[in-house]
């Protein structure tokens, strides 16, 4: 099991009592793709370097989770297709 961590942006139209929901719904793909030891750091809403999709700021999380690599492309399929996380990046640690 490798150490991972993905960094997402939630869209900033995204009511603060609906994140909570999508933090999961990221959550349950990557156990889905074999994560295990998941911890999730909310780090808030903050200014984007650049504008995506029209918005100039988004909602950081951070999840740092262990995983086998062959099983990331599954969960990375997945998020490609959440339309409300705009920006993702899956890094290891």
């Known amino acids: 099991m490798t150490n991972y961590e993905i960094m997402y942006i939630i869209n900033p139209t995204v009511m ?4 909570g929901a999508i933090i999961e719904k990221v959550e349950a793909i990557l ?13 808030g809403e ?3 370097a650049y504008p995506i999709e029209k918005k ?19 969960a990375e399929n997945k998020l490609n297709i959440t339309e409300e996380v705009m920006r ?5 640690n």
């Open 46 to 48: 903050r200014k984007l």
């Open 16 to 19: 603060e009592d609906a994140r």
């Open 88 to 92: 993702y990046m899956i890094t290891k």
């Open 31 to 43: 156990t889905a793709a074999t994560a295990t030891e998941l911890k999730t750091t909310k780090m």
């Open 56 to 74: 100039g700021t988004g909602f950081y999380v951070l999840t740092t989770f262990k995983a086998e690599g062959q099983n990331l492309q599954a």
